[in-house]
């Protein structure tokens, strides 16, 4: 949700639109064209707070429909269960049968489908906001397949553990990070160059992948096909607490930076005139946003489309210009559990991983989102 802190003397009422919304990363923001509804709030220390109230109210919206979906979700399965009862279980209440499934089979799971949609939601946010533009996804720039090299690599040829695949996962998107800003680095970071590194990163990463699976035995490769697909099954709070603890310390200091970030849509050089350190602030974001999205797919696999769709579905949502981080977080956190909720409500459970689904339809929104940007002129 947009917010912007300023002396309360220099406090105006918002007009128009922030500059810089206008280009690629904003497609089909049709209320960027319009005037926001702004409220200011007073706050201690002579400030003064600016809201945008569609915003707040999307972002609060989110929030209850993904609790609602958590809910259904945890109702789901074998062992169907009311909302009513999930809730008693989840206070404290219903029988210990109830309270085993609930909060040691079932709530694990959907907390990590939380952490992990809103990883990459934000993350997803991040990325187009650098690369201001709508395709600038850790799955579509190479993150997502690096991840996948470090894990199989754990997987093929150590026949690691869970705990040592996740590990690899991490290191193996990490790498993958620094490599692309590396060879993306030229007096900075810039969208389009950082784009066509990603993607040629992409094609390399996938193509190891492939090299991989040819060298796995048939249990390996069954086990690294699994891992692949992206899923939530038998999650535990194993998977739980690590990506809490990451996303507990960069997830707020994301959006501790939106208001940089959203400077840096203007472009560098107004960014620079309005006292913003650009290639340091990028380079923070971007390197949090790495670190997230490599939790997150060490936790539940490389999830495919949330990172992409999720900040574009929270934009047009909000109509505000701007990153709208804690909005795409809520979006992906959202979209991967109702995901996993309509794959168990239409194919029974465990039968259909979430990353199928999601593949699915975020590759149908990819096509939907070319066309138009094709259609705009914009590509």
């Known amino acids: 949700m947009s917010s912007t802190v300023k002396p309360e003397q220099g406090a105006k009422p918002a007009q128009g639109t922030a500059p810089g919304t206008t280009g690629p990363a904003g497609g089909g923001n049709s209320g960027a064209r319009t005037t926001r509804r702004v409220r200011p709030v007073r706050t201690g220390g002579g400030l003064s707070l600016r809201l945008d109230v569609r915003a707040v109210l999307v972002g609060a919206l989110l929030l209850i429909v993904a609790l609602a979906a958590g809910v259904a979700l945890i109702g789901s399965g074998d062992y169907p269960m009311t909302p009513g009862e999930v809730l008693g279980a989840l206070t404290g209440g219903g029988d210990a049968g109830q309270a085993f499934i609930v909060h040691e089979l079932r709530l694990p ?31 579509v720039l190479g993150f997502a397949q690096g991840s996948s090299v ?17 590990a690899g ?43 991989l699976m040819t060298k796995a035995n048939i249990v390996e490769a069954t086990r690294a096909t699994t891992w692949m697909t992206g899923s939530l099954n038998g999650r535990d709070w194993d998977q ?86 804690l909005p795409s977080a809520l979006m992906g956190a959202l979209l991967l559990v109702a995901a996993d909720w309509a794959s168990q409500r239409l194919f029974g459970a465990d039968q259909l991983p979430v990353g199928v689904l999601t593949g699915v339809l975020g590759g149908g929104y990819l096509l939907w989102l070319l066309a138009t940007e094709r259609k705009a002129g914009r590509i």
């Open 109 to 139: 799971r959907v907390l990590v489908g939380l952490l992990v949609g809103a990883a990459f939601g934000i993350a997803g946010s991040v990325f187009q906001t650098v690369s201001r533009n709508p395709l600038g996804s850790p799955d």
């Open 150 to 166: 470090g894990a199989l690599i754990v997987i093929v040829y150590f026949q690691g553990t869970s705990y040592a695949v996740a």
């Open 169 to 211: 996962a991490v290191v193996g998107g990490i790498a993958t990070g620094i490599a692309i800003f590396s060879l993306a680095w030229k007096r900075g970071i810039h969208g389009y160059r950082f784009v066509l590194v990603g993607i040629g990163a992409s094609a390399m990463l996938y193509a190891i992948v492939l090299y």
């Open 240 to 325: 739980v607490w690590p990506l809490a603890a990451v996303s507990a310390v960069l997830v707020p200091l994301v959006l501790i930076l939106g208001r940089p970030l959203r400077m840096l849509e203007m472009g560098d050089d107004a960014a620079y005139s309005l006292g913003v350190r650009v290639d340091r602030i990028r380079l923070v974001v971007l390197l949090a946003a790495v670190v997230l999205v490599a939790a997150a797919t060490a936790a539940a696999g490389p999830i495919s489309f949330v990172a992409l769709t999720a900040p574009q579905l929270a934009r047009r949502l909000t109509r505000s210009p701007g990153p709208n981080l």
